[in-house]
């Protein structure tokens, strides 16, 4: 099985999900690519954070659409942007309409996560506003539901896993419940396409 894991951050928080989804599939025999999305516009001047995450993610490609074609499944995460995804995810989902006319996009197993500064930030709609556009695709959209007890320990997001950024990292420990989203997202691709 084929995923790619597809992401957008601007200090980290959602390049440190990436790599636990990458983790947690290759331990289920996955081939994995792990790409950032194109980011639009940079502050002229980064703070600390934007700078550490500039040099952490300096070797990771960016993603083509071809990375969404070649997966079976797809797993994306994004900061909240006022209770959407941030403009350089829809970006690069926008840039699927040539694969999407083609009917390459259609039955792929996908998931999201999304982070956000404060608990109340937009992360549950920013989820649904990935999946909002997936639908248009035809994709197979696996959201955690209450499928597991780590849910609950984190505040019971039915949709994707969702994370307060700090600067030291999360608010709560959401690292088992990325993995089990993502295990359930394989377990699914798995057996759609074997």
């Known amino acids: 099985m084929k995923l790619s894991v597809i992401f957008s951050s601007g200090t980290g928080h959602n390049l440190t999900i990436a790599k636990w989804v990458e983790d947690e599939a290759k331990k289920h025999d996955v081939e994995v690519r792990v790409r950032k999305v194109a980011e639009l516009a940079l502050p002229a001047e980064l703070n600390p954070g934007q700078q550490k995450y500039q040099e952490d993610s300096k070797d990771i490609p960016e993603a083509t659409p071809e990375d ?5 499944a797809v797993i994306f995460s994004t900061p909240a942007r006022y209770g959407i995804m941030t403009a350089a995810m829809k970006n690069y989902l926008e840039s699927l309409v040539g694969a999407w006319s083609e ?4 039955d792929k197993v996908v998931s999201a996560f999304a982070t956000a500064q404060n608990r ?5 709609m920013t989820v649904r506003s990935i999946y909002t556009s997936m639908m248009h695709h035809g994709a197979i959209i696996v959201p955690p539901g209450y499928t597991n007890e780590v849910q609950f320990a984190i505040g019971g997001n039915p949709y994707g896993v969702s994370g307060t950024a700090t600067r030291e990292g999360f608010e709560s420990d959401i690292e088992e419940a990325v993995r089990h989203q993502a295990r359930r997202t394989i377990e699914i691709a798995k057996k759609i396409h074997g």
């Open 68 to 72: 969404f074609v070649w997966a079976d």
């Open 103 to 106: 009917g390459t996009t259609i």
């Open 120 to 124: 109340n930030g937009g992360q549950e």
